[in-house]
């Protein structure tokens, strides 16, 4: 965990980079959250399934996803950037809470054809006031499916604070009046953020049902590279979070026990730098898109209208 933490975050450091160089159209960071995406993706079995949003970038890396891939539907390059099968990680969703019904259809579809497949579902605060999650939290229940929905609560949708949204104690109270389990947990802490995750997936695999997990955790930075946090939260507040930095108490607990030391850490370290440099070099380079790569993919079989629509298209490319 704590080796993919700091690869993680250092990935992270990287793609703000480089939406600063221009190579990134927009880049949503989770510093802050990595023992909430980590913890809970290092739960996952092989034939479980992700599904992520937009903030998601370091659990995808940590579930094995090419670094440069993750970074595609970022660019602009693309759909998804990944192969979501040989994965088993869905396309990073940028509309709120719209993953979570397709964790619910996936695993409903997977029971009905005797598979033990389970699904995490990320999803922020702001994600729980979309009727997406109601809707995915409804059916969850009724049809017992074994999905778990990891809230991470970073305490802002974007400049809207939490209790701007909830009248309920916790957020983990909403899994009340849905019939399933509720989970609360330091979500800056990722052995329990692991263990709470991996519990309630044995649980639902077993046919106990989803469960709602909601993890207290921080949005360090702003909600993307275009946000002005100073605007609506004060430096007291972050700072407070950052004394709780995910990264360093997980370090210091290993030190502690004698787990790492001086050495194991500049090895992480090291592995973090590596990865960084081979992003920066494969996306230094300027992309060459395809125009007839957007009609690619939308049927099995391109309808009337679309081969039309290909063929202007080509054709004003060819003209200018």
Known sequence: MLRAMVVGRRFDRQAGALTRQGRLAVYPSSHGQEACQVGGVL???????????????VALVTRGVDPVEVLTLLRGDWHSGYDP?????????????TNAS?????????????RDTAALVLMGDGATSEGDAHEAYNFAA???????????NNQWAISVPVHRQTAAPTLAHKAIGYGMRGYHVDGNDAAAVHAVVSRALAEARAG???AIIEAQTYRIDPHTN?????????DAEVEAWRRRDPIARLEALLRAEGVVDD????????????????????????????PAEL??????????????QRRELLDETREG
């Not at 275009?226 to 004060?234: I, T």
Request: hydrophobic share 40%.
């Open 226 to 234: 275009a946000d002005a946090p100073q605007r609506y939260r004060d």
């Open 85 to 97: 099968d040989r994965h088993r990680c869905a396309p990073q969703c940028t509309p709120l809470a």
């Open 43 to 57: 739960a996952l079995a092989e034939d479980d399934w992700l599904f992520p949003t937009y903030r998601d970038c």
């Open 142 to 152: 009724v049809w017992n499916t074994p999905v778990v929905f990891l809230i991470q």
């Open 263 to 290: 050495a194991g850490m500049r090895r992480i370290e090291d592995a973090a730098e590596e990865l960084a440099a081979r992003v920066r070099e494969r996306l230094s380079g300027d992309p060459e898109p395809d």
């Open 208 to 210: 106990g049902g989803p």
């Open 295 to 308: 009609f690619a993919h939308v049927y099995a079989a391109p309808t009337a209208q679309l081969a039309r």
């Open 102 to 114: 397709h964790a619910v259809g996936l695993t409903y579809a997977a029971r009905r054809k005797g």
